[in-house]
């Protein structure tokens, strides 16, 4: 049963200390996509890859966020500085480019003190 | 702006079939509408979708109205472990942008 893995799937850090948080998305998926849910703003995409090129990060606060797909089994979402605000549960997803059907991770839960 | 309207809970009891309404009065025609779901604390899952034709899988029932303006997500039998938060999205394939609401809350109750 193939699935999205995430880790760590729980992180608490302090402000200011950089985050990264690692995805391996389904064997064979071209589409990647990094969420993030809080219970203000619920659930908001941040970035996702095509074929492991980036195609919309417009989601996602250029500042100190940044995507990556250094290779088709991993995705990270790195974040520098982190910040309180920051605190949410991150979600991986993965799919085929001509379906949007996507299939999530467990999430990543961060908090930053 | 939102693309689809749902109620923001609804209650159903177990063993009976719970009918979840979701409102899209400006969908386009190339537009599918998607249905996920998210337990608490797991990852949003993928459960049907369809464009005009009502779709059956063997998670749910998906009904759209033939001027596609509203659909209907059917759990046929539902059990304890379908309380959830239910998300209905519209959204034309291949642009991998879901836009994710506020969804349903589904409480099943024994």
């Known amino acids: 049963d193939a699935r999205v893995t995430q880790t760590p799937r729980h992180k608490v850090t302090e402000m200011g200390q950089e985050v990264t948080m690692r995805c391996q998305p389904i064997?064979?998926?071209?589409?990647v996509f990094w969420y993030r849910q809080t219970m203000m703003q619920g659930l908001e995409l941040l970035a996702y890859f095509r074929n492991r090129a980036p195609l919309d990060d417009s989601g996602m606060p250029k500042d100190r966020f940044s995507a990556e797909m250094p290779d088709a089994t991993l995705a990270t979402l790195k974040i520098q500085p982190s910040e309180p605000r920051d605190s949410a549960v991150y979600f991986c997803?993965?799919?085929?480019?001509?379906?949007?059907?996507?299939?999530f991770g467990p999430g990543t839960r961060l908090t930053v003190l | 702006d939102a693309k689809t309207t749902q109620p923001t809970s609804m209650d159903c009891a177990e063993g009976r079939a719970a009918n979840l309404p979701c409102n899209h009065s400006?969908?386009?025609?190339?537009?599918?509408v998607y249905w996920y779901r998210q337990i608490h604390s797991q990852g949003p899952q993928y459960i049907i979708h369809?464009?005009?034709n009502n779709e059956t899988n063997e998670m749910a029932s998906l009904i759209i109205t033939e001027d596609r303006k509203s659909s209907t997500l059917i759990l046929p039998h539902a059990t304890l472990r379908d309380t959830a938060v239910y998300y209905c999205i519209v959204d034309s394939s291949n642009t991998g942008k879901l836009i994710f609401g506020q969804g349903t809350t589904l409480q099943v109750k024994p």
């Open positions: 369809g464009l005009k």
């Open positions: 064997l064979g998926h071209n589409t």
């Open positions: 997803a993965s799919g085929w480019v001509w379906s949007d059907t996507q299939y």
């Open positions: 400006t969908i386009s025609g190339n537009e599918y």
